[in-house]
């Protein structure tokens, strides 16, 4: 392993005004997005969609750092033949892999998950690698309920799982993206999911220790601390900013070279809202960026519709999302900002 190369990719994907999108929605997933914009979900209609964003030539060159591919995608052709990894690079951007293939029950937690994904794990790599992947992303999913939800067997096995998989990476001269979500789907408010959220970063970092992951060479995407979608009392977006940061500040080591948070459910404006206050908050120990799919996403599919005349009005709302979010990277947003849209 060579831990400068993974420092200078690290450091690369978390570029100020820059940062990652995350098109590695799985089969199922990108389903239900066609599904909302009546566009059937076919091989074909997956790549002509996400041609679309990686030709995004201004989006794509002046705003986005890294892409983070599905297995699908990574091994897809553009209709002219030319790779789709291939459009990556060649608008300066970093090509990435999702390698954690989803969730099951975990055994004797009842409502809760597990990620799976680890067998074999090491030869993926390899091959992904030499297809051009230089970062990889690996999703553990803690929800926050009733009845002792979260567990801490459910924390500490997907901790674990984190860990062992950013190790395999950092083996693979990949840097991996370490992602513990706790979801924002129940009705707890932001002292709750700070609470979490504490407790699940501390565990993540006693792993990543215990399997000698070099921080220098990591990238953490986590949730923001935000109360849940249903709880009656949400939080200003000055105290999401203030306590995101106070909570990061407690559990995340300076050494870790940049954040790049999940949207998480928020609406576009939303997401970016919060990102840009966190930035001007400013003297951090690490570069504060995003790593958003559907806060990315929404806007382009909407406008697409799948349809080939709508692909330059798909590129314009894509590339407004994009601008958008990489001015916030530098505390840079402003409201009014989103009247200008394409």
């Known amino acids: 392993m060579k831990l400068a190369d993974l420092n200078k990719v690290a450091l690369a994907m978390v570029t100020p005004g820059k940062g990652i999108l995350a098109a590695d929605e799985s089969s199922g997933t990108i389903k239900k997005r066609f599904d909302a914009i009546k566009v059937e979900s076919t091989e074909e209609n997956r790549r002509d969609y996400r041609e679309m964003l990686f030709r995004s030539q201004e989006a794509m060159s002046k705003y986005i750092s890294g892409v983070i591919l599905y297995d699908e995608t990574i091994w897809q052709n553009a209709k002219d033949g030319t790779p789709l990894i291939k459009l990556i690079e060649q608008a300066g951007s970093i090509p990435g ?48 309920g009733t009845g002792g939800i979260p567990s801490m067997t459910a924390i500490r096995v997907n901790a674990h799982a984190l860990a062992r998989y950013a190790a395999l990476c950092q083996a693979a001269q990949i840097v991996p993206i370490v992602e513990p979500e706790v979801l924002m789907d129940g009705d707890h408010d932001i002292e709750r999911c700070y609470d979490v959220t504490s407790r699940v970063l501390n565990q993540t970092f006693r792993e990543l220790r215990v399997q000698r992951v070099e921080l220098e060479g990591m990238v953490l995407k986590p949730n923001m601390a935000i109360a849940g979608k249903k709880s009656a009392k949400q939080a200003s977006v000055e105290e999401v900013a203030e306590k995101t940061i106070r909570m990061l500040k407690a559990c995340v080591p300076a050494a870790v070279p940049g954040i790049a948070f999940l949207s998480g459910g928020q609406s576009d404006e939303e997401a970016t809202a919060h990102l840009n206050a966190m930035n001007r908050i400013g003297n951090l120990p690490w570069k504060l960026t995003f790593s958003f799919g559907r806060a990315l996403q929404a806007a382009p599919q909407k406008a697409w519709s799948g349809r080939p005349e709508n692909v330059a009005a798909g590129q314009r709302a894509f590339t407004h999302r994009a601008r958008m979010n990489a001015l916030a990277s530098k505390g840079e947003w402003a409201t009014d900002m989103e009247k200008k849209a394409a």
């Open 97 to 144: 892999i999702k390698v954690d293939e989803g969730t099951q029950a975990l055994p004797n937690c009842p409502g809760e998950l597990v990620t799976v994904g680890l067998d074999k794990l090491a030869e993926r790599l390899k091959k992904y690698y030499e297809r051009g992947a230089r970062f990889a992303k690996w999703r553990a999913v803690i929800d926050i």
